[in-house]
């Protein structure tokens, strides 16, 4: 099943400034890029590289990779991309 928002975005980027827009945009991007896979397998550079670049097999690090991925004091990273995927993986 494809899923659709029906909204021209890039004519209308306001729309994700909108709560409930930006969570749709954000997961059906998630979905399409198959980021879950990546996810799971805690691949964290493939996550990161599939939001930021756009491209999960990308061989060239997303901007700032590794400072973001390498773990701070508590032992996670600081990259914003994995750190929701640790928050949504604990509820």
Known sequence: MTAHLWVDLERHTH????????LLAST?????????AFADQDSDAACS???????LKSAKAANHEPELVAPDSQGQG???????????ATG
């Open 15 to 22: 729309f994700l400034s909108f709560p409930s827009m930006g």
């Open 78 to 88: 600081v990259d914003p991309v994995i750190r929701l995927r640790d928050i949504i």
């Open 49 to 55: 590289r599939g939001v930021k670049r756009g491209n």
């Open 28 to 36: 059906l991007f998630w979905s399409r890029m198959g980021l879950n």
